[in-house]
């Protein structure tokens, strides 16, 4: 109990019948033709699914706020600036899925919190992608890891990931370890994307 409790208020300061089969996702249906970052499926449940992730590199920024929207549509135009040619090279990159979000709440309600938005740099790109030309640009490389993932649809607001953070919070607590200091958003959709749309909250096994 005072794990979900902790989860649900790191959540909120910013902002099981398991299948035992395990496979390979390489292009998920959510993904929508773009390219995503490669995982394995280890389990899935009602509440939540676990997989293991290959390492990956993303384009990363970082920024200080109270507000979770704010940052989240600062940091992705400063990205989508970059893909569309903001780079020392002014090449055009692909845009990939997810636009992950890292959170590390701040120490409380009236704290700013660290968010740092990335974009999911294509293979194509991967061994060498252009040099940034904004400064608060720069390169991140996410080692292999397992994540449990929780899944939900619609156009997300801030209390729907608070939601879906708690819900995940709450199944995990009794059977996984996962580091509680930070977790991870992630927004699969355009803003011109109505139906079907899939939105992830990641926590990070340890």
Known sequence: MARVISTVLLLIST????????????????????????FTTIQSSEGYEERQYSESKWVSTEIMSMSYDSASSQGFERLFNYIEGNNEQKQKIAMTAPVATRVIPGQGPACESNFTVSFFIPAEHSANPPAPSDSDVFFTTIPAHRAYVKSFGGFASQDDWIQAGAELGRALDALHSYDSSYYYTAGYDSPFTIFSRHNEVWFIAN
Not at 20 to 35: I, N
């Open 15 to 38: 902002h099981m019948c398991l299948s035992a089969h395990v496979f390979t996702q390489d292009a998920p249906k959510f993904c929508k033709g773009l390219e995503c970052p490669e």
